[in-house]
């Protein structure tokens, strides 16, 4: 229902934005963008979308939307539309819970 590849677009509340790509298969995340790679998992429970995700800075001169971070996990939920072809997470920096983040996802692929 939700696998698929998306792009989406992030922003924090230290007013920075960033964006990425995303493949979600099998409630694995994995993705990525200039300066990280991201791996993770994610539930689909009545509903509900709820991920944990280990960001890992690949890129040394890149900017950062947290800052000069190595690595991070986030945490995130939110409820996909009706058509599973858009939503938008809310979460946070697991190591940090101050630094928080939104996430507009949008569907580009399904897989069958």
Known sequence: M???FYSATVTTNLNTQGSCVVT???????????????IGAYTFVNGIFESKIHCKREQVNAVLIFGDTEEYSIIGSGKPNGNFQEFVLIGYVLENPEMKLSVQLTRRVSWL
Do not use: T
């Open 24 to 38: 979600l298969l099998n409630e694995q995340v994995w993705g990525g963008d200039s300066a990280y790679i991201f």
């Open 2 to 4: 939700l696998d698929g």
